[in-house]
């Protein structure tokens, strides 16, 4: 019995699980967004969630190829729920690749996830954050965060969904 070379056994690739890629990432990720995001206490067995919504939009004062990302949401915590707000600044560099900064300019992370899955990391003072996306599909998208560190040991994931209008 002869094989495809292409997929199966002998090149570890599978069709049904193959990566989605994302060519022109400042077109997939414009627009509104639901994201519900697990916050796991490494250690401690304490899960925080947080719901709500987040948009990637262009600001008048910002140049095209640059998008605002805002996020509000519900933080339920044990000791009680409470609004929580984040923002940072994509600065896309060519179609596929872009520059997440926080709301202050600073750097974070690249983000490109033109061959699929991305990983990437970030030091904070002492605490050291391991990142991972993967777009799943054209309104589906997940970013995975690992910190360790003396201030945090926290597994935070985030799903993200194309609220469509």
Not at 20 to 39: C, E, M, N, P, V
Not at 67 to 87: C, M, V, W
Request: proline share 3%; aromatic share 12%.
């Amino acid at each position: 019995m002869a094989f495809d070379q292409n997929k199966g056994i002998e090149t570890g690739r599978s069709f049904a699980v193959a990566p989605f890629r994302i060519d022109t990432l400042q077109s997939y990720l414009a627009g509104y967004w639901l994201i519900k995001r697990d916050i796991h206490q490494v250690g401690e067995g304490q899960k925080v969630t947080l719901n709500g919504s987040a948009s990637f939009v262009v600001d008048e004062k910002s140049p095209a190829d640059t998008l605002i990302y805002n996020e509000e949401g519900l933080l339920e915590t044990p000791e009680g729920k409470f609004d929580a707000t984040r923002s940072y600044i994509y600065k896309f560099i060519g179609s596929a690749l872009a520059e997440v900064r926080f709301s202050d300019g600073e750097f974070f992370h690249v983000l490109d996830l033109s061959a699929g899955p991305l990983r990437v990391e970030h030091h904070c003072g002492d605490d050291f954050y391991q990142g991972l996306f993967r777009a799943v599909d054209t309104n589906t998208w997940l970013s995975v965060w690992r910190i360790e560190g003396p201030r945090k040991k926290q597994v935070i994931s985030t799903h993200y969904m194309r609220v469509n209008n």
